[in-house]
T-cell receptor
Framework: QKEVEQNSGPLSVPEGAIASLNCTYS??????FFWYRQYSGKSPELIMS????GDKEDGRFTAQLNKASQYVSLLIRDSQPSDSATYLC?????????FGAGTRLTVKP | EAGVAQSPRYKIIEKRQSVAFWCNPI?????LYWYQQILGQGPKLLIQ????????DSQLPKDRFSAERLKGVDSTLKIQPAKLEDSAVYLC????????????FGQGTRLTVV
């Protein structure tokens, strides 16, 4: 069974703080890793993708991947109330995209 | 470019009734997925199409769920008969091609079975 596990949360951080979201996966053959943001009642939207070990930065978002530890994370710097949403970790291997259950993030003004 | 279109947005049915959902992917996108998202959970893959052919339907409860994409464009997902546990949001996602990894999601259809 290919599993994608995330901290269920909810995670609450004050405005301006760093939010840290974590994800582990069981399929060692996984090739690509994604973070989707899903606002309540809306569909998921892609915010970050990462394919190789290390860090990838895009604005206030940094994705980190460690394939040896089967671990991927998302850091959100200078968190804003508009970042309040559920963040889904997705793992791709051989035409199979698996999602975690998501972590609900609340950024308090 | 226009996004993935789904209809209806909401549907309420009684258990044992039938229901159908429709998806129109982004023009030119060959790959189409149907996902089921139960409240508080991540999307779960039901079926994957490449053009009009099924690539993976291993997680589709075939005793009650069916899906088709006859002309390789629009797709329909049907549940017959529905059960209470089918209450969920049904998401359609399209990808440019096999091997593409960026999913473009529709708004989803929220199904409530009472």
């Amino acid at each position: 069974q290919k599993e994608v596990e995330q901290n269920s949360g909810p995670l609450s951080v004050p405005e301006g703080a760093i939010a840290s979201l974590n994800c582990t996966y069981s399929d060692r053959g996984s090739q690509s890793f994604f973070w989707y943001r899903q606002y309540s009642g809306k569909s998921p939207e892609l915010i970050m993708s990462i394919y190789s070990n290390g860090d990838k930065e895009d604005g206030r978002f940094t994705a980190q991947l460690n394939k040896a530890s089967q671990y991927v994370s998302l850091l959100i710097r200078d968190s804003q109330p508009s970042d309040s949403a559920t963040y889904l970790c997705a793992v791709y291997n051989n035409n199979d995209m698996r999602f975690g259950a998501g972590t609900r993030l609340t950024v308090k003004p | 470019e226009a996004g993935v279109a789904q209809s209806p947005r909401y549907k309420i049915i009684e258990k044992r009734q039938s229901v159908a959902f429709w998806c129109n992917p982004i023009s030119g996108h060959a790959t189409l997925y149907w996902y089921q998202q139960i409240l508080g959970q991540g999307p779960k893959l039901l079926i994957q199409f490449q053009n009009n052919g099924v690539v993976d339907d291993s997680q589709l409860p075939k005793d009650r769920f069916s899906a088709e994409r006859l002309k390789g464009v629009d797709s329909t997902l049907k549940i017959q008969p529905a059960k209470l546990e089918d209450s969920a949001v049904y998401l359609c996602a399209s990808y440019r091609s096999m091997g593409s990894t960026e999913a473009f999601f529709g708004q989803g259809t929220r199904l409530t079975v009472v």
